[in-house]
């Protein structure tokens, strides 16, 4: 197995027994990435010479006995997550020159604990998106099979990973962005409750879904990030002052049995590919035959889901994206006067989907229409969030699909934006409701194309939702590995 390929597990153990150095984990991982950006363009910008040097630190500190489990394994991030002193885009032309002067909570944590920052990741343009075809530096390819696309909006962090570019990844998710490309690339993605990790030094898009989460190659390596991430953070009123369970550690102990609930409604969705649909059910199957309870629930207004989504988010976009104007932030458009500074700058600054995000927004904040669409949208947000508390009083966790379909062409379907926006069907229930969800890769299509589960707990039930995903890669072996 070459270094770029190992876990964080097996790479702190390497370091840790003086098997290789920092330096070489890191330049496996730069030579990867060099040999396969042109195809891949996970990255929009390589730390190269700060990888090194932090590289040659981490071996220091491993040296010194100060080692954490962190320490010396080479890391991505995506590109709409700020760190401090580095290019931070957010895949849009308006930040191309941004260098971010402050960095997120979430990736302080990590980088105190002697980490390798390799890059940032392409990602949709400030995650609006599915697909990775929204940012402005191009599309992701996928690591399975070129011609597809890489899932979004993380689709940089999951490709790299799945690529073994890197050894792990940080990204968000506002509405499905971790879990979708984790699923198409074949990894393991966290979108945590809302509020358990800090969005401090996030790009905000819609601040009341946005997640900061991780990315691996295993359940066992995003649990130990978690432990770092996760916590209160006096920048972000909305963090949580509960105390971080020792996730790894759960996942250790003989593993429990639960009682699973699947949504009728999802699984009897139109659309839903015959491929995906078996996989899940087989592993489902499996789940029973070792002991897990399955029983069927329903979640009524989740058909509204994406409706709530597509009008509460935009709203909150349209705010939040008032800042890149290029007068307060963001590169300056030449122009004779300030109605065209404005317009030129976000004009060029901004692709397609991100100005079609602004325009819903304002209209449905808009004097006349608020109450008709923001307001109704807050309030079947709300019972949607009902759904989901009646569900988990019978059940422990929900298991359904993360997609509809594997991963699609690179083309197919960027013009077709309500397809994009129906692609979130499993993705933006969790999202409106605040709650956990795991994407585990549970098997291959006929075509290779990697299958993704996910696993939905209550607020702040990672510890389950991890639990149960690490009994699907671990005691159900059958999957298919990266
Ligand atoms: N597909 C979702 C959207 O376009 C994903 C957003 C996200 O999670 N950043 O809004």
Known sequence: MKLNQLTIVQAHEGLKNGDFSSVDLTQACLKRIKERNEIINAFITVTEDLALEEAKKADKMIEDGKQQMLTGIPFSVKDAICVKGVRS?????????????????????????????????????????????NSMYGPVRNPHDESKVA???????????ADHQCIFSIAEDTGGSIRYPASFCGVVGLRPSYGRNSRYGIMPMASSFDTVGPMAKTVE????????????????????????PEYSQKLKVKSQKFKIGIPKEYMELEGLDTEVKDKIEIKIKELE??????????????????????????????????????????????????????????????????????????????????????????????????????????????????????AFNLDE????????????????????????????????????????????????????????????RIVLKNYSEI
């Open 89 to 133: 885009t957010g895949s849009a032309k308006i930040l191309d020159n941004y260098i971010a002067p402050y960095e997120a909570t979430v990736i302080t944590k990590i980088r105190r604990q002697g980490t390798v920052l390799l890059g940032k990741t392409n990602c949709d343009a400030f995650g609006h998106g599915a697909s990775n075809e």
């Open 151 to 161: 899932g979004g909006s993380s689709g940089g962090a999951a490709a790299a990973l």
């Open 221 to 244: 390596d995003v649990a130990i990030l978690m432990e770092i991430m996760a916590g209160e953070d006096a920048m972000d009123a909305t963090t949580v002052p509960d105390v971080v």
């Open 289 to 406: 035959n070792i002991g897990h309870e399955i029983v069927e629930v329903s979640l009524p207004h989740t058909k509204y889901a994406i409706p709530v989504y597509y009008i509460a988010v935009p709203s909150e976009d349209s705010s939040n994206l008032g800042r890149l104007d290029g007068i307060r932030y963001g590169a300056q458009a030449d122009a004779d006067n300030l109605y065209d500074v404005y317009a030129k700058s976000r004009g060029q600054g901004f692709p397609e989907e991100v100005k079609r995000r602004i325009m819903i927004g304002t209209y449905a904040l808009s004097a006349g229409y608020y109450d008709a669409y923001y307001r109704k949208a807050q309030k079947v947000r709300t019972l949607i969030i009902q759904d989901f508390e009646q569900a988990f009083e019978q059940v422990d966790l929900l298991v359904t699909p993360t997609s509809p379909f594997p």
């Open 413 to 472: 379907k960027k013009d077709d934006v309500l397809a994009m926006y129906l692609a979130d069907v499993f993705m933006s229930p969790a999202a409106v409701a605040g709650i956990p969800g795991l994407s585990v890769p549970v098997g291959e299509t006929k075509a290779g194309l990697p299958v993704g589960m996910q696993i939905m707990g209550p607020r702040l039930g990672e510890i389950n939702v991890l639990s149960l995903g690490h009994t699907i």
